[in-house]
């Protein structure tokens, strides 16, 4: 008479140390390496050759696969696989929820060439069910012998306890997978809506340039039109006087003068608003502009100033331009002019308050092939707790005047791109920025 498992006291105590074992050994065990762990473990408790584990996926054409998490064949690992369930006995318990075939697997499913190959006899499977009742996977043991009826009930038993731990790891992987793609998501859209905000930041500030210099330009245009008009008035009173009975030298001469004053008040106000035009076209263009030039420094940042210069007028304030060493660089000016604009605007908007004025410095040197520059004012400066943050994505201690607390972010970005760093060192009065770019940018 043969006794069942749980009736021989000998059978009980092997069962319940296997299950200690193999808890024990995949207890500390997540992902993969739980299912390494396990299926090794189980193969050696119920001495299968073959113990497999696997996630039930979909192809493209929807046809059920089961794709093999982990695979312990006799001695070691094998590579993963995916194989279609349909005319296996795979696909029997993912219908019944279990499967079990003492011998003869090979006769029973004709059409499974893998059970073939592998030399496979008997066959059990338990279906990995998770919280909802949907089957996630399957834990599976073949050998190449029969199973008899007490390794078949420590089989089932062991596989049904671990296939409860198996739909639980692979629910967690599900769950995490999800967080994981939820995140790439949401961080893909964040990034979508700062990069917006930032080229609405690079073209407000291009727009408040494009106002400044309008008005900056309107000056010397209104006095050329004001001396071109003079000019028609004094060539008319010429003319007059020519065809006239009587005229005199000295007549001719003072005409002549005010025709000469007023074609040199036309020249220079031209060559002002023309000057004034190349800067602006010349700092429009390198903001789109996506080549890399090479630069004399000094002079790149004295035309931005330039293209500045009626915003800061506004401000009452001046710049200085403290050329220590005349520096050449190779970079994308695009860049560097969106940098000096954002940096000049930020001095205009924070560090002189109410158009109280001051003056702007900046100094460039040559160290080590790298240009040190260091943009200083002489305005209120920043508190520590601004200092900390100023270099943060919407941090603006100008929130309700339409700060979008952008710009020195844009700075910290663009000096970060060109493999550059920027510090803040501690002053007394006003802001110091110290910026360090290598020469040619990489």
Known sequence: MKTTLFDDTESRILAEAALRKISENTSRKTGDDFFQV?????????DIFYVIAGRIVKDETQTVHNQTIAIWAGDDYMENISYPLQDTPCHEVMTDSICFHGSNICQLYPKDKLLVDMGADSYIGISMVDTHGETLGILVAIDKKPIDANKRLLALSLLSIFAT??????????????????????????????????????????????????????????VAVTGASSLIEFASEMDRRLNSDEVTREELQELIDLITQGAQLIDVNLQRAASLIMSFKQLAVDQSNEHKSEIELGEYIDSIFIAHAAAMRKAKVSYR??????????LHVGKLAQLFSNLIMNSLTHAFPEDSGGQITVTIEHKKQQAIITFTDDGVGIKPEVKSHIFDPFFTTNRGKGGSGLGMHIVYNIVSNFNGKIAIPDTETGLTLKITLPLIED
Do not use: F, Y
Request: charged residues 25%; neutral net charge.
């Open 38 to 46: 396990l299926v090794k473990d189980l193969a050696q408790a119920l």
């Open 165 to 222: 731990r198996c739909a639980a790891e692979l629910q967690h992987q599900d769950r995490e997978n999800q967080l994981e793609n939820l995140v790439k998501q949401r961080t893909a859209a964040l990034k979508k809506t700062q990069e917006s905000l930032l080229e609405k930041e690079k073209m407000a500030s291009l727009g408040s340039l494009v106002a400044g210099i309008a008005h900056e330009i309107n000056t010397p245009i209104g």
């Open 321 to 330: 331009l403290k050329i220590i060493d005349n520096v050449s660089i190779h």
